[in-house]
T-cell receptor, first 112, second 115 residues
Framework: DVKVTQSSRYLVKRTGEKVFLECVQD?????MFWYRQDPGLGLRLIYF???????EKGDIPEGYSVSREKKERFSLILESASTNQTSMYLC???????????FGDGTRLSIL | GNSVTQMEGPVTLSEEAFLTINCTYT??????LFWYVQYPGEGLQLLLK?????DKGSNKGFEATYRKETTSFHLEKGSVQVSDSAVYFC??????????????FGRGTQLTVWP
């Protein structure tokens, strides 16, 4: 089975901090994704990547950046955390077009 | 553009009741369609999928049929259980271009099943 592992289940940070969320997949998938999930808004795509060092903006990239130095690892960076970035963050990976995405268990991030 | 609209919840049912969660979509080209389920405190899991018109996806007693003429992919189950309580997401994968591999999700429908 595909395993997508997010480094933390729960994280508490302070306003203004630089925050790193890590995601690793073990199935050599080309594509990786970062979403945030908020009540009533469903999943919103922040960034995705379909190759090492490649990245594409999703629907809500403001305030975030990403890094993909190795195929199996996709990091989400909050450059200067703000309280409106308190959310559940989900990482996913897939083999490509028309294929299902496999999700990690999520990181619940609180910015105080 | 690409979008998914699913029925708003929450949906509350008694055990053994029939379930329908409506999903309609707008897409460029011919998408693949998916239902995902999210149990409390977990990430999303693929429940079923369909890749072309008239395909029926099925898993764990759930079914959905890809209806191109009505652009729909409604989720059904004949007899729900308490363990089916979760949030259900409809999604599509759009062909080609810069959206390669991206999924478009509906907002999710919370299902609660009472014993």
């Amino acid at each position: 089975d595909v395993k997508v592992t997010q480094s933390s289940r729960y994280l508490v940070k302070r306003t203004g901090e630089k925050v790193f969320l890590e995601c690793v997949q073990d199935m050599d998938h080309e594509n990786m994704f970062w979403y945030r999930q908020d009540p009533g808004l469903g999943l919103r795509l922040i960034y995705f990547s379909y190759d090492v060092k490649m990245k594409e903006k999703g629907d809500i990239p403001e305030g975030y950046s990403v890094s993909r130095e190795k195929k199996e690892r996709f990091s989400l960076i909050l450059e200067s955390a703000s309280t409106n970035q308190t959310s559940m963050y989900l990482c996913a990976s897939s083999t490509g077009e028309f294929q299902p995405q496999h999700f990690g268990d999520g990181t619940r991030l609180s910015i105080l | 553009g690409n979008s998914v609209t699913q029925m708003e919840g929450p949906v509350t049912l008694s055990e053994e009741a029939f379930l329908t969660i409506n999903c309609t979509y707008t897409a460029t080209g011919y998408p693949s369609l998916f239902w995902y389920v999210q149990y409390p405190g977990e990430g999303l899991q693929l429940l079923l999928k369909a890749t072309k018109a008239d395909d029926k996806g099925s898993n764990k007693g759930f079914e959905a049929t890809y209806r191109k003429e009505t652009t729909s992919f409604h989720l059904e189950k004949g007899s729900v259980q308490v363990s089916d309580s979760a949030v259900y997401f409809c999604a599509l994968s759009s062909p080609g271009g810069s959206t390669l591999g991206r999924l478009y999700f509906g907002r999710g429908t919370q299902l609660t099943v009472w014993p």
